[in-house]
């Protein structure tokens, strides 16, 4: 991890345990690719409103770092807010369509085969708009999200071996298994690649922190009604889309309870995921019970994972051409890129139609630009801009269109 912006002197015996606090931190993070981490985070409140500056002692980021790396809750319940503000026009759902086909996930092909249920689908509804969680927790075997809707609930249980998704709109219920005995590797169970809390954005930004980056406390707030420090996280590098990322991290136990994250150009947060409500007592057993409903229908992963469009990407698809993705720089300046392999210029259609979905959802807001590398054009957010070539190519980042055609320049 890099240096921290600190006045601070240390032991060396004290900047090894440090370090070694950084590294746990690093294990907690989320498992999201690349393209997975985009996807997320231009889906995740209105800015929560903090009640009075408590006053406490004073710590260093160093040592507030450590402390979120100590943190070992393993109880807890609470109400959680999230919303996004990426700037884009209303696109009517098709956002969470194409995110939804992007996965290749059981579910996202739309035609009535998938379960209305599974999470790697119906989770993709958190990539825009204003959402509200109830979350709870009884250590690593039961967890429980809620996704709150008018009239309607969608629930993610994991109790045991056990993984229901259910969806109380159309009655429908997913089940799969954490051991893999559905036919699924353990990696791929669902919920644990689904950021959905202040810590688990957080351990992203965490995992960003290098020589590129100043950490600093930038004071006291009080989340949830709870105290609270504020983890300052600012790229160094010219080029960035970031502004700046806020984690308001628990006094006393050390969990993330608010992750802000404003843009360079200014303006409300392009993120924001904070608890309005939070209790670190034991939730009660039967928070974690569940048994399908009478008249429900029920989906098992492997069943759907026997449908080629459903529990894998069509030969061709998107997911098997982003095999050849690569980074490019570093920090907070990294770029991915991949070659579609769909010469003249955005894709209308393809095959499996993952590209036309691509297409027709950046379509609406591109720019034309044109440099070393030829022509193309850049499709702009407030935090999240790509660049795709007249020959195919793409270059996407949190980095600016001038930082996305340099790359592109660099490349041939």
């Not at 919303?83 to 996202?108: F, Q």
């Not at 095959?351 to 807001?365: E, I, K, N, R, V």
């Amino acid at each position: 991890m890099a240096p921290i912006d600190s006045d601070d002197n240390r032991t060396a015996g004290e900047g090894e345990e440090l370090r070694a606090g950084r590294r746990k931190a690093a294990r907690y993070v989320v498992p999201v690719a690349v393209m997975g981490v985009a996807a997320a985070t231009i889906g995740l409140v209105p800015a929560l409103a903090d009640s009075g500056d408590p006053d406490l002692p004073k710590v260093t980021a160093e040592q507030l770092i450590e402390k979120i790396a100590k943190s070992d809750v393993q109880q807890m319940s609470g109400t959680v807010r999230i919303n996004t503000d990426l700037g884009l026009p209303d696109l009517g759902g098709l956002e969470s369509g194409l995110m939804s086909g992007m996965s290749g996930g059981p579910g996202a092909g739309g035609d009535g085969e998938g379960s209305a249920a599974d999470p790697s689908a119906k989770l993709t509804e958190l990539v825009s708009g204003s959402h509200t969680l109830r979350v709870a927790a009884d250590g690593p075997d039961r967890q429980k999200l809620s996704l709150l809707e008018n009239a309607a609930e969608y629930s993610l249980i994991h109790n045991g071996d056990d993984v229901w998704g259910y969806d109380s709109k159309s009655n429908e219920v997913y089940h799969s298994t954490t051991s893999g005995s559905d036919g699924r590797p353990e990696k791929d169970v669902p919920e644990k690649d689904v950021p959905a809390t202040p810590k688990d954005f957080a351990d992203q930004a965490l995992k960003a922190v290098d020589d590129t980056t100043s950490v600093t406390v930038g004071g006291t707030a009080q989340v949830a009604g709870r105290d609270a420090y504020r983890l300052v996280v600012e790229p160094k590098q010219d080029g960035s889309t970031v502004g700046a990322i806020t984690v308001a991290v628990d006094a006393e136990t050390g969990t993330p309870l608010k992750f802000t994250l404003t843009p360079a150009s200014g303006g409300a947060a392009v993120v924001d995921v904070g608890f309005t409500e939070v209790s670190f007592a034991k939730p009660d057993a039967s928070t974690f019970d569940f048994t399908p409903p009478e008249g429900a229908k029920v989906t098992e992963a492997d069943e759907s994972a026997k449908a080629p469009e459903h529990g894998r990407p069509a030969e061709g698809g998107l997911a098997e051409r982003l095999d050849g993705l690569e980074v490019v720089g570093e920090g907070w300046n990294a770029i991915a890129t991949f070659d579609t392999g769909a010469g003249g210029g955005l894709p209308t259609a393809s095959p499996d139609g993952d590209l036309g979905a691509l297409g027709g959802f950046l379509g609406s807001f591109g720019d034309q630009v044109k440099g070393d590398f030829g022509s193309g054009t850049v499709f702009k957010t407030r935090l999240v801009n790509a660049l795709i070539t007249d020959d195919g190519k793409v270059y996407a980042g949190a980095v600016t269109k001038d930082a996305l055609v340099k790359a592109a320049d660099a490349a041939q």
